[in-house]
């Protein structure tokens, strides 16, 4: 199945400084692929040159089978962007923002119309059609944003931190459409910091740092691969300092905690205990994509 995006070597750089340093990746019709990293990253810059608003500085991007530099106007007309800030016209009403929208695509009146009725439905907005835009909530605010990037009915959706900012039940519903998106065989191009909504909605993922794709493959993959089935958490009391080495495949010492990576939690807590230690508080639970996620990227705050 050919690519609806492929990249090889593809770098962009701003002056001296590398933001994107020769990627190759490939989206498949259908599937929902997802860019992770830590801020600097190269995330945004990957994201802008695939939808044809930045021209790559080195390296091959075709865009559903087309080149961005020559033939960006007609990629954008094929994309729908669901930008990380809202970027709605506060002062009309629900509707008003995608009938706007829809004649930025030269869509005819008629086809407008149908398209928002479908898409008030999808969105769970029909209620709301006539209401203005500035007081409804952050979470109809978001799914209206993506209402609108559907309107031209395209064949690739790129959605830039899509939850940012909302509460867990609209996070989860804003999920559920999503997933709807994707059985009618949308696809999707994820950036998010959340790594359970990565979990829960990308079939395949990037994670990047310093400009380059340091892992691949599925989320399941990439924790099967860069850490253990589960992960023990330990706290001591404060100035112990117990050894632990050899007791799990991988310790990590934190500030406030200890962590643990292995694949046998019995074997591991009892190697524990034997040397007479006394954790206050344990918690074992199964490892995740933030655990790789660091694991890959480290834990030091980048601004």
């Known amino acids: 199945m050919s690519a609806l ?3 090889r070597a593809l770098t962009k750089k701003f002056g001296d400084f590398v933001a994107v340093d020769a990627i190759d990746f490939d989206v498949r019709p259908g599937e929902v692929f997802g860019f992770l990293g830590p801020n600097g990253a190269g995330k945004s810059s990957t994201m802008r040159m695939i939808a044809a608003v930045s021209p790559p500085s080195s390296g091959s991007l075709a865009v559903l089978g087309l080149d961005p ?48 009725d479908e898409l008030l439905e999808f969105a769970q907005l029909t209620d709301r059609r006539k209401s203005k835009v500035e007081p409804l909530s952050g979470g109809m605010k978001r799914r209206l944003t993506i209402a609108r990037g559907l309107i031209n009915r395209p064949d690739l959706l790129i959605l830039d931190e899509p939850t940012t900012g909302l509460d867990p039940q609209a996070r989860h ?22 790594m359970d909504e990565a979990e829960q909605l990308c079939d395949r993922l990037v994670i990047m740092d310093k400009g380059k794709i340091v892992a691949e493959g599925s989320p399941a993959d990439l924790i099967g ?6 992960v023990i958490e330990m706290r001591f009391a404060e100035g112990e300092d ?17 962590l643990l990576y292995t ?28 655990d790789v996620f660091l694991h890959l990227t480290g834990r030091t705050l980048v601004e």
């Open 242 to 258: 117990p050894d632990l080495k050899g007791t799990a495949e991988r310790i990590e010492s934190l500030p406030d905690r200890t």
């Open 173 to 194: 519903l804003l999920w559920d459409r999503l997933y709807r998106l994707k059985r009618q065989g949308v696809t999707q191009i994820i950036t998010t910091h959340y």
């Open 5 to 7: 995006v492929s990249a």
């Open 263 to 290: 694949a046998d939690t019995d074997r591991t807590l009892a190697a524990v205990h034997d040397r007479g230690h006394q954790p206050t508080t344990t918690l074992v639970r199964r490892s995740t994509l933030e």
């Open 225 to 230: 691969l860069h850490a253990t089935p589960e």
């Open 69 to 116: 530099v020559n033939d960006g106007r007609h990629i954008r007309s094929r994309l729908g962007v669901v930008p990380q800030e809202d970027t709605l016209d506060m002062e009309l009403t629900v509707e008003e923002n995608l009938i706007i929208y829809g004649r930025y695509f030269n869509l005819s009146r008629a086809e407008v119309r149908l398209r928002i």
